[in-house]
């Protein structure tokens, strides 16, 4: 999984109860609504799935909000993010069993689908709890952990999140 | 969605959306939609519709699955495809017009032919991604970022587990939903005593035309041959002679600092 140790330069908006006192208080504050912000958004097209702050470099100089009295500061601040590459070798989980693929999961990452097509020798057998098997009785079930090569991804807005292609075309690929 | 368009499609625009769903899957399939084909012949009906269901599954992006949506998907995928799947779509709408076999020959084979006919430069368009074996690592490094190992980012993660439970005791603070997969993910993935020896051993990879992608990839894989890593990242393929053996040697190393479980 590739991650970024990010510095990123955000806005945050702390409203006036929270400024009472000075100082590591206000520190507090204003990763705390970091925290919100990425809970918020979950993720980004450029940087990937928000993971954590990790520190708070420096805070800006203050503008006070004329009606509400919040305070506007222009913070940076390292982060953890991971974002799919094209080409990355990932470990997944099995979620969902079709005819023609499967659907993992990895980490953040919710919608992998693994067609039928990238998945070398291995056949649907179809039951009550589909499996795909192959030749030497490699068996993919649900909850088996796959490694995969990620062969594209594709940002969704309207999900915020990422969509991924996988194929296990390749040796050292498959379960594990 | 798709299935009811495709289901009710006696207008000529319900069977222009089969034949680009048809030649899409074409195109997500590669080469080998042969066989695909030739599995629809025998199940006629519901496999179609299944299909369809399916390809809709894949990119719910296209829901809307009216042709353009679907086009739009596809200009988004790869010009050059999006190029031959036009062709590919004229000539599909036009055979079964002109000769009239869409009715009496039904659905299911005029769209695979159709759609095999016109996909076959696109085909040859889609090989290399059937090569897949050779996908490079592509890495597009934010502005002020830096990589980081799962190992690297598990350490930081779990100390920030450890101030979770008195953090959690005040209702405004939110961890973000990935925080918990991350770090779920990362256990498992976790090879080493500790990151920083891993690092320092595969840093030596640098000098030696490696780049940081590959030396995260590497220390991510933990592989135990030299193999592995060829057939993973076959982009190290192109310095075989220059990085071979740092890379047994640095393996050698990595066997050292692994964690014993």
């Not at chain 1, 993919?140 to 991924?164: H, S």
């Amino acid at each position: 999984m590739v991650f970024f140790e990010v510095e990123m330069q955000w806005n945050v908006l702390i409203s006036p109860n929270e400024l009472d006192a000075k100082g590591l208080l206000l520190q507090k504050a204003i990763i705390v609504h970091l925290m919100e912000e990425f809970a918020n958004r979950k993720a980004s097209k450029e940087h990937g799935y928000y993971v954590a702050v990790t520190s708070l470099n420096s805070v800006g100089e203050g503008k006070v909000r004329g009606l509400t009295g919040d305070v506007l500061f222009p913070v940076t601040f390292s982060c953890i993010t991971q974002k799919p590459a094209k080409g990355e070798i990932l470990q997944g989980s099995v979620e969902k069993i079709l005819k023609h693929g499967i659907f993992l999961k990895s980490g953040p990452m919710e919608s992998i689908f693994l067609p039928e097509k990238t998945m070398k020798d291995y056949r649907y057998v179809a039951g009550e709890n589909p499996v795909f098997l192959n030749d030497k009785h490699s068996k993919l079930e649900k909850d088996t952990i796959v490694r995969f090569k990620v062969l594209g991804f594709k940002w969704l807005e309207y999900d915020r999140q990422f969509q991924l292609l996988a194929t296990l075309a390749g040796d050292f690929l498959g379960p594990i | 969605m798709v299935e009811k368009g495709d289901k009710n499609f006696s207008s000529d625009k319900g069977k222009t959306a089969s034949k680009l769903a048809a030649s899409k899957e074409e195109s997500l399939k590669g080469k080998d939609s042969a066989p695909v084909n030739k599995t629809r012949h025998i199940q006629v009906d519901s496999s179609d519709s299944e299909y369809e269901g399916f390809v809709d599954e894949r990119s719910p992006a296209s829901a809307k699955a009216s042709g353009k949506a679907s086009s739009d998907l596809k200009s988004g995928k790869k010009k050059v495809s999006f190029e031959s799947l036009k062709t590919g779509r004229k000539t599909s709408f036009e055979t079964p017009a002109a000769k009239g076999d869409w009715g009496k020959g039904g659905k299911d084979f005029n769209a695979g032919k159709a759609g095999g006919k016109g996909s076959l430069p696109q085909a040859t368009a889609v090989k290399p991604r059937l090569t897949e074996i050779e996908l490079k690592l592509e890495l597009e490094l934010p502005k002020n970022a830096r990589l980081l190992m799962d190992c690297e980012a598990a350490e930081i993660l779990q100390e920030i587990e450890e101030h979770k439970t008195i953090l959690s005791e005040d209702p405004k603070v939110k961890f973000p939903e990935s925080f918990n997969k991350v770090l779920q993910y990362t256990k498992f993935g976790g090879h080493y005593i500790n990151s920083q020896s891993a690092r320092k051993v595969l840093e030596t990879l640098k000098i030696n035309g490696v780049n940081d992608g590959e030396i995260c990839m590497i220390g991510n894989i933990c592989p135990e041959t030299v193999e592995e890593v060829y057939a993973l990242l076959p982009s190290l393929k192109a310095n075989k002679h220059k990085n071979e053996g740092p890379i047994r040697e640095v393996l050698a190393s990595l066997a050292k600092v692994k964690s014993s479980k």
